[in-house]
């Protein structure tokens, strides 16, 4: 019995090696297991605030010329704060050429409280829009100290297309305020 794969018969994946990967069907297992591979190997890029924002450019790569160092996040009164734009249109992809990116950690620089704070990090036209939209993903960090002595924490997030506008925001539960500076990094994908 012989089995078609995306137009090629099973058999010739296993003596060929031939896969179309992220070239092939999206959604497809072959796409998929290349997507896995591609985001466990490749290139990670750390972003710092744009230090002369616009109104499509809000970040560049960290140590560049025009950063201007973290974002701040605010809390609001036992409550979350308001959205605070990290990446605009013209932010990604960072190589030129990438069609998709996603951040998947953050490192936190500084914090008012060493209590838990709540994060959430959304792709969307505004930070109201991701949350309705539910293109947005949720993490808890606790600082040890005010001082801060961790390493970046791991967040999960979907691929969104290169260009994509990404808001963050944050909440420190029981406080009013609650001020939290961060840089969030992430990978792109050419296809």
Not at 30 to 59: C, K, Q
Not at 63 to 76: I, Q
Not at 108 to 137: D, H, I, K, Q
Not at 148 to 153: E, F, K, N, S, V
Request: charged share 15%; aromatic share 10%; glycine share 12%.
């Amino acid at each position: 019995m012989t089995a078609i794969l995306n137009g090629v018969i099973a058999s010739e994946y296993l003596t060929d090696r031939h896969s179309p990967g992220l070239g092939g069907v999206h959604d497809s297992v072959d796409y998929r297991v290349s997507e896995i591979e591609r985001h466990l190997h490749s290139n990670e890029r750390w972003m710092e605030m744009a230090g002369t924002p616009t109104a499509t450019h809000f970040a560049v790569e960290v140590g560049h010329a025009d950063g201007a160092g973290p974002w701040t996040l605010d809390a609001g009164n036992d409550d979350w704060g308001a959205w605070v734009q990290i990446l605009g249109a013209d932010d990604t992809p960072t190589d030129g050429a990438a069609l998709y990116m996603d951040i998947h950690k953050i490192m936190v620089t500084a914090a008012e409280r060493n209590l838990p704070y709540f994060f959430r990090f959304g792709y969307g036209a505004s930070g109201a829009a991701a949350l309705a939209a539910g293109t947005y993903t949720e993490t808890v960090f606790v600082p040890a100290s005010n001082v801060l002595d961790t390493g970046p924490l791991s967040i999960q997030t979907r691929r969104a297309a290169a260009g994509s506008l990404l808001w963050a925001q944050c909440m420190c539960p029981g406080q009013d305020t609650g001020t939290i500076s961060l840089y969030p990094g992430g990978h792109e994908y050419e296809g």
